[in-house]
């Protein structure tokens, strides 16, 4: 059984360039989360998507940042013209039940995607 | 401040010693948990602690949680060098977000 998939798991952009990090969760969950960690620093919650919905993306920037589940396929995450303060690791989590955490349920992390822009 | 604090920041003692990583929360939790994470790599969950428990063993793991004071405690008894590693707590005040502390850093020299 694969766990969470990343990719990938490094990528270097440009300032002004589009990022887009791909994520296929855990076979049989259909709950995913995005976290950022920048360095040094821990992990910060992005977003949490069901197929097809956005649940929460309380975590979000209001602009340039993106995120999707579709039917069919990895999630993605999508950030338009990426800045220096864009460089960091994208983790994706994924969960086979609707409450993930709060039921005491372990989520699980992928390998994460290291994001450069230079 | 920011939820789930840790401290020491960074931690180094030789193998065989004990290491304590200490965890502290703003608010009431569901559950706390605690992760590991190797340079450039992913986290790997290491043990769950509910509000309701004060104490949880797995192998040479044991968290303690003190809710009165809003803090938990990592000890890793025995300690490897393979142990080196960032640690970090996470706590989860219910819905689906985690909030993760800074990490501890730790070295275990052999």
């Known amino acids: 059984n694969a766990g969470v998939m990343q990719n990938p798991r490094h990528l270097v952009r440009r300032r002004g360039q589009e990022a887009r990090l791909r994520c296929s969760p855990m076979?049989?969950?259909?709950?995913v989360y995005w976290y950022r960690q920048l360095p040094e620093e821990g992990l910060k919650f992005m977003v949490y998507?069901?197929?097809?919905?956005?649940?929460?993306e309380s975590g979000m920037p209001k602009e340039r940042f993106s995120a999707e589940f579709p039917k069919e396929g990895p999630s993605i995450l999508r950030i338009q013209q990426v800045v220096r303060g864009d460089s960091a690791a994208y983790f994706c989590?994924?969960?086979?039940?609707?409450?993930?955490?709060?039921?005491?349920?372990?989520?699980?992390f992928g390998e994460g995607s290291w994001l450069t822009v230079v | 401040s920011q939820q789930g604090e840790e401290d020491p920041q960074a931690l180094s003692i030789q193998e065989g010693e004990n290491a304590t990583m200490n965890c502290s929360y703003k608010?009431?939790?569901?559950?706390l948990q605690w992760y590991r994470q190797n340079s450039g790599r992913g986290l790997v969950h290491l043990i769950l602690?509910?509000?309701?428990?004060r104490e949880k063993h797995s192998g040479r793991l044991r968290v303690t949680l003190d809710t009165s004071k809003k803090s938990s405690s990592l000890l890793i008894t025995a300690s490897r060098a393979a142990d080196t590693a960032s640690y970090f707590c996470?706590?989860?005040?219910?819905?689906?977000?985690?909030?993760f502390g800074a990490g501890t850093i730790l070295r275990v020299k052999s």
């Open positions: 998507l069901q197929k097809e919905n956005i649940i929460d």
């Open positions: 989590a994924s969960s086979p039940l609707p409450e993930g955490t709060y039921t005491g349920n372990t989520i699980y």
């Open positions: 602690i509910r509000s309701n428990e």
């Open positions: 996470a706590s989860n005040s219910g819905g689906n977000k985690l909030v």
């Open positions: 608010t009431s939790i569901n559950n």
């Open positions: 076979k049989g969950h259909s709950h």
